[in-house]
């Protein structure tokens, strides 16, 4: 696995890939451990986690510099996402028991309740994008839960996977609970079908979301899937529009583009649309693109020149098919996967833009009449993340929120992540739900308990 910087396009350092043979050892390591593991109590649990909370604050500098070099996002960003990491152990170690404690439930038996108890082996399937977050967001809830996890992670950031692996090391965790599989796609297969591991989590492509929700049930195995998004941001008639605008440029160029709950397709009604349009191109506009380990710095390059020159192909067939591009839209000629701050209007059916999710700075706006057709259009994609809605009557807000498709819809802010809240997606953009009290318990036995 070559480590190629995407804002230089350098080889940074070369990994080996685990063989077949290092596989079956982690697997069973994994195994193993887990039957000790699960009878740990809480506390001993929480003590661990809240140790590897402080190793991702102590070292968030150089671990910040490791995701940088690795897949381009801006240092003072992913600073903030190690410090996240830290939230998400923290929050976890201080509310797993109570979230896991037995519920009494009433029957005709003289005492009946449920238990939650972990399910053995995780996979972890990850993507680069947030190549700290996502991983712990996943393993923090599932560990403090009593299970073991064994992480797939890009192919583009081995070196942020083994980090991972040495947090959880030097917070003290036994070796089965959290190993790193330094593996190709392809070898993936064998490591769900294999029978110590019993369920999958996925943060990824809509593609590879199929791929593995297909071995997953092949397998009858547990499966977790986030997957891609085309988040609308819908801008009404009474909005805020200075506000708006700041926020929805800030939530396109989020991690360089490379979100799936970016803001991606903004959908304005006709009245305000010129002014919230000259408004967001000036935000746009203003972003400075460069070196993502530089201050003053507002949007780095993509995380490889194969995922930029897509981006680019979408681009330009949405211009061919209608789309007008008032923004950006041209590779720049300088060393690197950057691609420049765009913004596509006129943008319609038929037009990638509209249709498929823009993983990368570019924006898709969309003139609508008012705000029936606002939400009409909010729904018509395949995908169903987030969403985000404009306007100074969030009474009205609210209303308009539970008619659009989506995991979760933010009102006058951009889409987020938060350890408190439940997240995911429904559609094409998968199943199942991560953090919050929801995500601990997709990876535990729901057992009922029945005395007579």
């Not at 996240?84 to 201080?94: D, G, N």
């Amino acid at each position: 696995m070559k480590v190629i910087n995407p804002a230089t396009a350098k080889v940074e350092k070369t990994y080996s890939n685990d063989n077949k043979s290092d596989v079956a050892e982690k697997i069973k390591a994994a195994h193993q451990e887990q039957q000790s593991w699960r009878e740990e109590s809480f506390l001993q649990r929480a003590e661990s986690m809240m140790r590897a909370a402080d190793i991702l604050e102590e070292r968030k500098e150089a671990f910040a510099e490791l995701m940088t070099t690795e897949m381009g996002k801006l240092y003072r960003d992913a600073i903030a996402e190690a410090e996240k990491c830290a939230w998400v152990c923290r929050y976890y170690a201080e509310h797993a028991a109570g979230f896991l404690t037995d519920e009494v439930k009433g029957s005709d038996a003289t005492r009946s309740y449920v238990s939650f108890e972990p399910l053995g082996v995780i996979l972890a399937i990850m993507p680069w994008n947030f190549p700290f977050w996502q991983v712990f967001r996943c393993a923090a809830p599932a560990i403090m839960a009593g299970n073991t996890v064994l992480l797939k992670h890009a192919s583009n950031v081995p070196g942020c996977a083994m980090a991972i692996e040495s947090i959880f090391r030097d917070a003290g965790f036994p070796k089965g609970v959290f190993q790193t599989l330094l593996i190709d796609s392809d070898a993936t297969a064998d490591v769900i079908a294999a029978p110590e591991v019993k369920a999958v989590s996925l943060t990824g492509s809509e593609a590879a979301g199929r791929a593995v929700a297909g071995l997953a049930g092949k397998h009858l195995k547990k499966a977790v899937l986030e997957l891609g998004g085309s988040d609308p941001y819908l801008i009404l008639g009474d909005a805020d529009l200075e506000q708006a605008a700041e926020v929805c440029a800030k939530g396109r160029l989020l991690n360089n583009g490379q979100s799936c709950i970016g803001a991606k397709r903004f959908i304005i009604v006709d009245r305000v649309y010129d002014d919230f349009v000259r408004l967001f191109k000036g935000e746009m506009e203003a972003a400075v693109m460069g070196d993502p380990m530089k201050d003053g710095v507002d949007l780095g390059p993509m995380a490889r020149t194969d995922l930029r020159d897509d981006l680019h192909e979408q681009v330009t067939k949405s211009i061919r098919k209608g789309a007008k591009c008032i923004l950006g839209g041209e590779i720049p000629d300088r060393e690197g996967a950057y691609y420049p701050a765009t913004i596509l209007t006129e943008v319609a059916p038929g037009q990638p833009a509209y249709e498929e999710e823009l993983f990368g700075p570019v924006a898709s706006v969309i003139r609508v009449a008012d705000e029936p057709e606002a939400v009409r259009v909010a729904n018509d994609t395949p995908f169903g993340l987030g969403a985000a809605i404009f306007t100074r009557d969030t009474e009205a807000a609210e209303r308009i929120a539970r008619s659009i498709a989506a995991g979760s819809v933010f009102i006058n802010t951009m889409v987020k992540s938060d350890p408190r809240l439940p997240f995911g997606g429904i559609k094409n953009s998968g199943y199942g739900r991560e953090l919050s009290d929801y995500g601990i318990r997709e990876f535990v036995n729901i057992k009922t308990i029945y005395v007579k």
